[in-house]
């Protein structure tokens, strides 16, 4: 019975055939390296670039999914920065926790400098627990105390931001449990606290 010997073994390889071998095999190495490597003027590129978007939201886990959804739809994957607070509009004006007011402040202040943001997303969502918290009461029952509370909060931080920066589109919204989210409105100047053609799906 004839033995056919595998083309990769290398017994009988020359000296020269197997230095060959050794530095094919060192640059397959160094090849795999770099496809894990991101270069250096690569990585510093994107840590300088800008951003289109800031979103704050609320740290609540059900709805984590949801949201990178939905910013993933709204076409701005890898393309904002993102401050999480609990309570999210509430959070970032509470007298409770001023400290979390100072964070937010100085995360927007370094978002602009560094990034050159024009949009500023603030999202509020509904069953809110910081909102239960902070405020001492459960608006989750009465749909519509629940969205006028939301609303009267989501309004206020976006005339601060506005003062500070007025060249900056600020979006309110709020999403339910299930993902869909309503486009709060400014009811101070006429507008309906929600719009039903302006409710969008996170999915």
Partial sequence: MKKHHCAHRNENLTPSGKQR???????????GVSLFTVPTGVRQAHASGKAKTLLLSCMDY?????????????????????????????GAITEKYPAWTRTFWDHLDLSVTLHDIHTVIVMDHRDCG?????LGEDYSSDVEKETAVHTTNLMHLKKMINEKYPQIEVETLLMDLKGEVEVILDTSIGQEATQPDEIESAY
């Fill in 21 to 31: 071998r050794k530095l094919l095999h060192l640059a397959t190495l160094g090849a």
């Fill in 62 to 90: 059900r709805l984590m999914d949801e949201i990178e959804r939905y910013m993933l739809r709204k076409g701005l994957y890898h393309n904002y920065d993102h401050i999480v607070l609990a309570g999210a509009s509430l």
């Fill in 130 to 134: 910081a909102y239960k918290m902070l």
